[in-house]
């Protein structure tokens, strides 16, 4: 689903990309207030003295002069000297959290194995806990790395305890899973490399649309599955031109999933080229492993109900 957390970041991004002004920035713009102190002092000629020196000899400035002549020969910094967010943060960090989503997985999956009624009882309830995680990255006015790792880890688990059920009902759906998950997302992530699909106005309004429409509908359904008023699996396996109503309805939620992907990848590339703080790189990795999960589970869903009509 997409990821709100990209809505303020981008609007943070947007503000750093102009001068107090209202200008776009051009490459090395620095605000007054963060530029280098004059090495003269603020004197306007830096060889003129009340003595009346003459010019190339040695002054009292000598010493500046000689600074100053290093400062401009020593090598420039570039953007992790500058503490910004470059491609290398956000692959490094999404390695790392999807490494320990992984690790959190295999934890759940294991306590499924063992003791499968109270590992989803366990799951359940964490599910909750991710639920507040992700509202406390969101809303935080701070980047919260500390937060983003708990997420993945006990994300993780409640992704290895679910999977476990599904690989019990339907074996082999899990396998299937993550190929298709992985092949979605490097088929996005080449087409938005090689130019062929790119984020607009379009299609951000689409995308944060049917992220909230699927939101919602998942809540009703929640709600109307968990006080029996309505029988949920009965719904998804309505038939509309012979395709279970679950299959398409996973099908559209893959989409815009996909589409949330464009859009994260998109905001990538632009918070390293206006140059944002290396700390956004946190919330990058966040958005794009949500999706990714998103996707996962939807994946997860298709499957189960071709799997069930065989």
Known sequence: MANPVMNSIQKDWSAQSQTPAGYPTMPG??????QAPNPYGGQANPYETQQGQAYGQQGPYGDQMASY???MNAPAADAVDRGRMTYDDVV??????FGLLVAGAVVGWMAGVIVPALAMVTALGLCAVTLGLGLFVRFSKKVRPGAIIAYSLIEGFV????????????????VLAVLATLIVIGVTLAAFSFGFVRNSKTLTRVALLGSTAFAIYYGISFVLGVTGIVDMTLVTNIRVLGIPLGVIIGLIAVFIGVL??????????VGVNAGVPEKYSWLCTFAIMT?????YLEILKILSYLMRRN
Do not use: H, N, T
């Not at 713009?29 to 963060?34: T, V």
């Not at 949330?260 to 590339?269: E, N, S, T, W």
């Not at 999706?291 to 996707?295: G, R």
């Open 291 to 295: 999706d990714v999960i998103w996707i």
């Open 159 to 174: 992704l290895g305890a679910l999977s476990f059920v599904f690989e019990m009902l339907y074996p082999g759906i899990v």
């Open 29 to 34: 713009y620095q605000p007054a207030a963060q």
């Open 69 to 71: 002549e290093a400062m």
């Open 92 to 97: 490094v960090k999404s390695l790392m959290c």
């Open 260 to 269: 949330c992907l464009v859009r994260d990848f998109d905001a990538v590339k």
